[in-house]
């Protein structure tokens, strides 16, 4: 089913929302991996706005969707988006990155509730979640498994084993998201080690492959729905994306990676955020 | 075969099989029992003998390939699923191929991850330092969570499989390449994870060995009492993670004279294990590991490599014999002690 008005027009509010929202953790925690959240949002609000099925009050429900963050070092929009839906008291935001606090860079799955795989070195996640779709089966269960990788997180070889199997085991539980942001701590994917041809790639290596505009809720919605449908293969879904996206001063530029903001800039960050709208 | 969940068939069959065959066969024996389990193999099916599973257990079992990182990831998924992943590669790709997926996504979540380590230290001898193990219970004993287990022989390896049930969190259990010559007799001798089996009892001197030098430190014992009238206590520390840090004070208050043997390099296995426990109790002894020194091994067959390295019997009573002349300075309340 398409997006009703409704729907896409609580969607980009959300989206918004959790943006801003980014930008304040990043501004309270002295400095988080802001350009690769932002690049990711509108694909995340979207699974946990529409399409997991998941319960916020039973966290370890056996028979949730599960969600695996690959680029673990988004975890900073990652907390945002589970305190909003209910994981958690948003409260705990403020103290993301304190010693005590059980929100850091990286989440911890031990710790945070409604995460359900600890991650940050890269090229971990999607064999991680490999294991989780393989498991429904073992299991004869019904979940699925959505995995969001980086395109920097890419050059991994590991990535490619788990791609490998995946595609062996015919995971057709199993949709990935590649938040293909362009850019990487050093510069453009392109420069630093070239990924394309990425979409012909992951063909080669066996995914039903989509190109789609990162952030465009429509089209994401359609290639979701496409992908939950599918049969017979995993399915990548090739979001093309951009690194700070919302934040026109972050927009493209990879300093943004990692960083922190000040009172001034935050204000900034939301009044472009929401300049959107 | 019968395969009773008793395991009273090993007394018969033990000194046919090798390490990985009689894992082969208990796992399957435990998939029987446990609906959860399942089989992880990365091309060595055969050569780790978790095929013996697979084949009982086709849809229970998964091979991935030459691709341990990912295999030790997605066993991280399995668990997460609730299932209790055993999975087998040779023990220098699970420790430092895989090391950091291993770490990572096994270690640091805490999950149900039984790692089934073969080949360790030089059982592969004729393959080369690329195939020995000298250095993964260095590298696995630093993580956090783990519990690491050496088997002395065939009984003690059906012994480790089956109790590695019964620990919540990852295991790592090394085993050799095959032909480790028997100790036990049945499985009835009672073997505890985390608590050192005493072989022999002794007042002169403790060999406190692991995995298959445990045979060799038994026979150096004997040898030594028979000939020099030597009372050798051996231990087989069979887990080195959590160390039986209570038996190892008991030796050296009992004994003062202490030697570790392991089949892995003397950085950071039992020696280092047993060195950093006597270092904290701050009693004098005479104290040496036995172990490979800082160096690659060359290709041989592993009898060979051993003896070279003096971690069998003739090495092991050599360097008794130097221990036993050691002088090391008593501390006043020793008398008290013993």
């Given at each position: 089913m398409p997006l009703t008005d409704q729907e896409f027009a609580e969607l980009t509010e959300r989206a918004a929302s959790i943006r801003c929202q980014i930008a304040d953790v990043t501004g309270w925690s002295g400095g988080a991996h802001i350009g690769g959240s932002l690049s990711m949002t509108d694909i995340i609000t979207l699974l946990y706005w529409k399409y997991l099925r998941i319960d916020p009050a039973r966290?370890?429900?056996?028979?949730r969707d599960r969600f695996v963050l690959?680029?673990?070092?988004?975890g900073v929009g990652h907390a945002v988006v589970l305190a909003e839906r209910g994981y958690?008291?948003?409260?705990?935001?403020?103290?993301?990155?304190?010693?005590?606090?059980?929100?850091?860079m990286h989440l911890d799955s031990n710790k945070?509730?409604?995460?359900?795989a600890s991650t940050g070195?890269?090229?971990?996640g999607l064999s991680q979640a490999v294991g989780m779709a393989l498991g429904a089966r073992v299991l004869k269960k019904e979940w699925r498994v959505f995995c969001i990788i980086g395109d920097g997180e890419s050059n991994e070889g590991s990535i490619w084993e788990a791609a490998m199997s995946a595609a062996h085991y015919k995971l057709d539980n199993l949709i990935v998201f590649q938040?293909?942001?362009?850019?990487m701590i050093d510069g453009p994917t392109e420069d630093v080690m070239s990924l394309e041809p990425l979409a012909d790639k992951w063909r080669a290596f066996g995914f039903e492959t989509r190109e789609v505009n990162g952030h465009d809720l429509h089209a994401l919605s359609e290639a979701i729905e496409f992908a939950i449908d599918h049969k017979g293969s995993p399915v990548m879904l090739l979001c093309d994306t951009i690194k700070g996206k919302g934040v026109e001063f972050m927009e493209?530029?990879?300093?943004?990676?990692y960083g922190g903001l000040n009172a001034d800039q935050i204000a900034k960050a939301k009044a472009s955020i929401r300049s959107e709208d | 075969m019968e395969t009773a969940s008793?395991?009273?068939?090993t007394i018969y069959d033990a000194d046919k099989m090798t390490q990985r065959e009689i894992y082969g066969i208990v796992l399957t024996d435990l998939g029987k029992q446990h609906p959860e389990i399942v089989g992880l193999s990365a091309d060595l099916a055969k050569s780790t003998k978790i095929g013996t599973f697979g084949d009982a257990y086709p849809d229970r079992f998964f091979n991935f390939g030459i691709a341990e990182q990912n295999m030790f990831g997605a066993a991280a998924g399995l668990a997460k699923a609730g299932l209790t992943p055993f999975v087998s590669t040779m023990s220098a790709f699970a420790s430092m191929r895989a090391c950091e997926f291993v770490r990572t996504d096994i270690c640091y979540q805490n999950l149900n991850v039984k790692i089934i380590a073969t080949?360790?230290?030089?059982?592969?001898?004729?393959?080369?330092a690329t195939h020995h193990a000298n250095e993964d219970l260095s590298i696995i004993r630093a993580f956090p969570n783990l519990t690491v287990i050496c088997p002395a022989d065939t009984i003690e390896t059906a012994m480790a499989v089956k109790k590695?049930?019964?620990?919540?969190g990852p295991v790592y259990i090394r085993i050799g390449r095959g032909f480790e010559p028997r100790?036990?007799?049945?499985?009835?001798?009672?073997?505890?994870?985390g608590k050192a089996h005493e072989l022999r009892s002794g007042t002169d001197l403790t060999i406190l060995a692991t995995g298959n030098t445990v045979f060799h430190a038994v026979q150096a014992a004997d040898i030594m009492q028979e000939r020099d009238g030597l009372s050798v206590r051996v231990l087989n520390?069979?887990?080195?993670?959590?160390?039986d840090e209570e038996a190892v004070i008991q030796a050296l208050l009992d004994t003062r004279r202490l030697l570790t043997v392991e089949?892995?390099?003397?950085?950071?296995?039992l020696g280092s294990a047993v060195a950093d426990v006597i270092a904290a109790s701050g009693k004098g002894c005479a104290f040496n590991k036995l172990g490979i020194p800082d160096t690659f091994c060359p290709h041989g067959n592993p009898e060979d490599l051993m003896h070279l390295y003096k971690i069998d019997t003739d090495g092991i009573i050599e360097k008794v014999g130097e221990l036993m002349q050691r002088d090391f300075e008593e501390d006043e309340d020793w008398e008290d002690e013993v």
């Open positions: 966290p370890d429900w056996e028979d690959s680029k673990g070092h988004g958690f008291d948003r409260e705990a935001l403020r103290s993301f990155n304190e010693t005590d606090s059980m929100l850091g945070v509730p409604g995460c359900d070195s890269m090229g971990h938040d293909r942001n362009h850019l493209g530029k990879p300093e943004w990676h | 008793t395991l009273t068939w080949h360790g230290g030089m059982s592969f001898g004729s393959g080369g590695c049930m019964e620990i919540t100790i036990y007799e049945s499985e009835d001798y009672g073997f505890e994870v520390m069979h887990t080195l993670k959590p160390l089949d892995h390099s003397v950085i950071g296995g």
